[in-house]
């Protein structure tokens, strides 16, 4: 997967982060290829480059990716992250927000 060659920074707002949780068993690593796939899938979809920055935070594997989506225009943005929403649902150890800062980054 292709990284966001910009470093993360505290005080940014993202316009997607999805964090990838564990609640004493690990990370969901399926969840994490998931996202992967779709972002490929997007970039070819889209004619773009989807990048994101990874943020390791725990001892389990939990990290937080940070999207800016610069790339995609606003549609595409919103499309993007609907799909991402719809994907984990369901899922417990990925939570999603929009908007946002990242409290993990230490800069």
Do not use: H
């Amino acid at each position: 997967m292709m990284n966001d060659t910009m470093p993360p920074n505290k005080e940014e707002t993202y316009r997607l982060i999805v964090s990838f949780l564990s609640i004493g068993e690990g990370t969901d690593a399926n969840a994490f290829s998931q996202m992967n796939a779709y972002v490929e899938e997007q970039n070819v979809a889209t004619r773009s480059t989807i990048k994101y920055l990874s943020v390791p935070w725990g001892r389990e594997g939990e990290v937080d990716c940070l999207f800016r989506l610069s790339s995609l225009e606003q549609k595409q943005q919103e499309a993007f992250v609907a799909g991402l929403i719809a994907m984990y649902k369901e899922n417990k150890l990925v939570q999603i927000s929009e908007s946002a800062k990242c409290p993990r980054i230490r800069n």
